[in-house]
Each structure stands twice: as structure tokens, then as C-alpha cells.
């Protein structure tokens, strides 16, 4: 995928945010409506999650944890997912950001910033930490209004 011009890439990453944004729109109602899609090298969905804290009980049920599971069951590298990219509608908190480091994630494209919990450079920034070693390479703001606004419309309606 790094061959890819820029240009190119750039409408990939929006297509794929677009995916990312109808999978987020899946997430049980009590959650955060939060999706998450992992390509593989070749382009290929390997895996798809949403928030499911509420509904599975689960603090570590992030949308990119479900999504970085489903994916290491269908790629066959074992626990690594070299060379895969991790698309999100909403910026990586600190848990899910060492979990995307961990799984030797190649990329990471996001939506929202999340100035609150952001861990790849809204409140924090992990994967530029000294001694991080993998490298990550990172986009943010990928039609972030549209992110957004699936949040804004789920906020409002619980208040």
C-alpha cells in the first residue's frame, strides 16, 4: 500500500472510512457507535469491530480490540499483522493504541480526534514514544466531520 501516489491513497482512505462508518453505525445502542476495519496487505477486510463494552461487559471491548481479534483469527500470521492497516472512526485511546503497536499494525488511519483520550497525538502521542519498536505510520482526520457527527447525534441523544 505504500507504492500507492499519495493522491491514490488519499481516496483509498476515505472509501475506506466510508466502510469503517457503516460498520460503526452497527454498534450495539448503548455503546459509543465506534467501527473499526483491518485491511490486509492485499486490500482484503480481515476483520471488523464496534464498541461492545456495554453490551459484552467488557472494558477492553474498544472497537479496535474486537476488530484487531477478529483480524488475527482470519490473517494466519499468528498474532502479528504486519503490513495491515487499521481503520477507525474515532482516534485510538491509550490501551487500544498499545494494542495496535503490539499486533505490529503497519497503519493506522482515523477519523475523530479525541482530545479527551487520543493517544496518537490529540492528549498523547504512543507510537512517536522514545523507544517504540515498530514503526506506525499514522493518519488522522479522515473525514473527521463525518465522524464527528455520528458522535454528536449518539451524545445527544442520551442527554
Not at 497525538?121 to 514514544?129: K, R, T, Y
Request: glycine share 10%.
Amino acid at each position: 500500500m505504500g507504492a500507492l501516489p499519495r493522491a491514490l491513497r488519499d481516496v483509498e482512505d476515505e472509501t475506506r472510512m466510508r466502510h469503517a462508518l457503516e460498520v460503526a453505525r452497527r454498534t450495539p445502542p448503548d455503546d459509543i457507535p465506534v467501527g473499526a476495519v483491518i485491511y490486509g496487505p492485499d486490500g482484503a477486510v480481515l476483520g471488523e469491530g464496534v464498541n461492545r463494552r456495554e453490551a459484552d461487559g467488557d472494558p477492553t471491548a474498544h472497537a479496535e480490540l474486537v476488530a484487531i481479534r477478529a483480524a488475527v483469527r482470519t490473517f494466519g500470521d499468528g498474532w502479528r499483522l504486519t503490513g495491515c492497516t487499521l481503520v477507525v472512526t474515532l482516534e485510538p485511546c491509550t490501551m487500544c493504541t498499545g494494542a495496535i503497536l503490539a499486533a505490529r499494525l503497519a497503519r493506522v488511519v482515523f477519523g475523530a480526534y479525541e482530545p479527551k483520550t487520543g493517544a496518537c497525538g490529540s492528549l498523547i502521542d504512543v507510537p512517536h514514544a522514545p523507544g517504540q519498536l515498530h514503526p506506525l505510520q499514522l493518519r488522522g482526520g479522515v473525514l473527521a466531520d463525518d465522524c464527528a457527527e455520528l458522535l454528536t447525534t449518539f451524545f445527544s441523544s442520551k442527554r
